[in-house]
């Protein structure tokens, strides 16, 4: 019978809270930015800013679409696609 590697209850709560905070930095930072740039658009062309709050959202629903794939695709503490990060 084989031997089944399997880590502590502690690696996977650390794994999984490093993992969480990194998203939710991306996302919140994603919101903001977007939601920054989408006040900058708007102003100039005199749209409204529940334009800008939108596209922030949008931007941020991408970044936490784009954060689960990654955690996904390999199992690693980080939300990013990059390799080693």
Known sequence: MTDINLPSAETVVKT???YG???LE???STFLQTFIGGIV???PLDGSMWYAALAGGVGAVL???KGLVARWRDV??????AKGV
Request: aromatic share 0%; no cysteine.
């Open 63 to 65: 970044a936490l679409g």
């Open 41 to 43: 658009i708007t102003t």
């Open 16 to 18: 999984a809270g490093t």
């Open 21 to 23: 905070r990194d998203l």
């Open 26 to 28: 991306r996302v919140l």
């Open 76 to 81: 690693t503490n980080s939300a990013s696609l």
